[in-house]
């Protein structure tokens, strides 16, 4: 992702307020490494079992998880296997029926001010600037902070548009600098590039590791696409009827090659594992 | 606003795509006048355009127009700031909070029912003539359109955004000014469009029947000395008030509205 020079921001009206001068050719150095340091470590999370049902239908059952701070970690599965409701009752939107799930030690009730949620569409509000989007939930004081984040996903010179002129990819990058902006400690990304076409897709995954890298937050990633899991996660947990299946971790040097064997391998290993394990009626 | 390829005219004609609106009624209007004047048309039953412009001039001059067209507005206004205050307070307010809306709905879309014209006489007993019934019956006529648009646009806001904003810990104020009120901002708008036109049709009915000022009186004066010319004046009147008041809640929508892409007019990228 390229970085366009900073001046050309500076000229704008409204956003000129003094701030850190960046260097446009180094990206991974950006003013969050000046923050205090609880920002740069991840949450560490612990699932107790688990369970979930929709009137009959079980969609989780007893399940046991322990999430280390700063972990990557991706959940794939058939559709229906429950791991969108899982991360949605990581996030708090939605109760567990039974079961504990601890932040860094703590039972939280709702949702969690730490954690921030990305879905699958971008979820802006399209009577707001891109800017202003970003800025959604801060203080007058922190305003600033959105445009830095704007900028770390490439998209400063856009910070006054509407939402409705962006392509797919750009609005799920808005949504990606609105998340960052408040400095979580867990972020939950519910197949977030599902929509988008394979290139910008590449683009984006891409984007969400390194950002993912420079802040040290936990991910939890839910995707359909078991090669991005494999790409992107540092563990891959595959679930089926609401159980866990398959744990694997996945200890391939970063930054990982699409053409890599042992990742290509891998992938096929676990989609030959969804592909023969049982469906349920 | 085009949903449209644009065509480009030669630069001399461009006019005439931005006021081809106006073409249709000069066209009228010039026939009507050459009708009136060769005698196809009696001027007892219709005078000719440039009759009524000389009623107007005379009127006007003798300042009887303007005042008559001061008071109407006035009315008009007065009615639609009440009624319309009262219809997006209920709007939101039921529209919002299921208790108040089970409490309140049933009476509302009882009264909805009756014709607020019918009131005309109930009126009269209970206002008088005065200005208190004119404006009671414009606030009733604009109160239904902002309430059923002002209600519907807010059920209409969009729960995946509303999710979001949990996300964000937006408190319920925060969820309301900037996420419920914005989505239904747009279907509010239309609602005021609506009212705008039962205003005015409200105040006509209400004018010809029981006023002793404004247009509809000037009318119903004009109509017993056979004045046909202030009859039709005052008719053209109301349209165009109609069609000013319609024109500001167009460009409100334009201003308010300009994230939508179907009310953008032009957008530097």
């Known amino acids: 992702m390229p970085i366009p020079n900073i001046n050309i921001l500076k000229a704008g009206p409204s956003y000129s307020r003094p701030e850190p001068t960046l260097n446009p050719r180094k990206p991974k150095m950006t003013v969050f490494e000046i923050k205090p340091s609880n920002t740069l470590s991840g949450i560490e999370i612990e699932i107790k079992n688990l369970s979930k049902s929709f009137g009959d239908i079980k969609v989780l059952e007893n399940l046991n998880l322990d999430i280390k701070p700063g972990v990557f970690v991706a959940i794939v599965g058939r559709s229906g296997c429950g791991k969108s409701t899982l991360l949605r009752l990581i996030s708090g939107l939605d109760r567990a029926d039974t079961g504990t799930i601890t932040s860094d030690g703590k039972a939280h009730q709702s949702i969690d001010g730490d954690a921030r949620f990305m879905f699958q569409e971008a979820r802006l509000l399209p009577w707001r600037s891109v800017i202003d989007n970003v800025r959604l939930g801060l203080k007058k004081f922190q305003f600033p902070k959105a445009l830095n984040s704007l900028r770390e996903v490439g998209l400063e010179t856009r910070a006054n548009e509407w939402p409705s002129v962006l392509s797919g990819g ?32 590449i683009e984006m995954q891409n984007l969400i590791e390194r950002l993912w890298q420079e802040h040290g937050f936990t991910s939890i990633l839910v995707t359909h696409d078991i090669f991005e899991a494999v ?27 699409r053409t890599d064997v042992e990742l290509n391998r891998l992938s096929e290993e676990i989609l030959e594992r969804i592909l023969t394990s049982p469906i349920a009626s | ?70 008071i109407s507005t006035k009315r008009a206004a007065i009615g639609l700031l009440i009624g319309g205050s009262i219809g997006l307070t209920f709007g939101l307010l039921n529209g919002v909070f299921k208790p108040a809306d089970r409490f309140l709905d049933t009476t509302i879309q009882m009264i909805r029912n009756v014709p607020h014209l019918a009131l005309i006489p109930l009126v009269i007993i209970w206002f008088g003539i005065g200005e208190e019934g004119k404006i009671f019956l414009v ?116 201003k308010l509205l300009q994230w939508h892409p179907n009310f953008r007019r032009t957008k530097n990228a």
């Open chain 1, 170 to 201: 750009q609005r799920q990058r808005v949504a990606l600098a609105r998340s960052l902006v408040h400095e979580p400690r867990l972020l939950l990304l519910d197949e977030p590039l599902g929509a988008l076409d394979a290139l910008t897709r």
């Open chain 1, 231 to 257: 790409t992107l996660a540092d563990r891959v947990i595959l679930l089926n009827e609401g159980k866990i299946d398959l744990d694997l971790e996945i200890n391939l040097p970063r930054p990982r090659q």
């Open chain 2, 1 to 70: 606003m085009s949903q449209f390829p644009h065509y480009q005219l030669p630069k001399g004609l461009r006019w005439i795509k931005s006021s081809s609106g106006w073409l249709l009624p000069i066209f009228l209007i010039a026939f009507w006048e050459i009708a009136a004047r060769n005698g196809w048309i009696a001027s007892k039953i219709l005078p000719a355009p440039l009759d009524i412009i000389h009623a107007a001039v005379n009127l006007s001059l003798s300042g009887n127009m303007t005042q008559n067209i001061l």
């Open chain 2, 139 to 254: 606030a009733l006529g604009v109160f239904f359109p902002i309430y059923v648009n002002t209600y519907h646009g807010i059920k209409m806001a969009d729960p995946q955004l509303l999710e979001m904003g949990r996300v964000y810990n937006l408190n319920p104020w925060q969820l309301f000014t900037q996420i419920i009120f914005p989505s239904a901002l747009p279907s509010i708008l239309v609602g005021l469009r609506y009212a705008l036109g039962f205003m005015w049709l409200t105040l006509i009915v209400a004018e010809t029947i029981a006023t002793t000022s404004g247009i509809g009186y000037m009318a119903m004066n004009a109509r017993e000395f056979m004045q046909t010319d202030v009859v039709v004046l005052a008719i053209l009147i109301y349209a165009l008030l109609g069609k000013l008041a319609d024109s500001a809640a167009h460009l409100l929508e334009l």
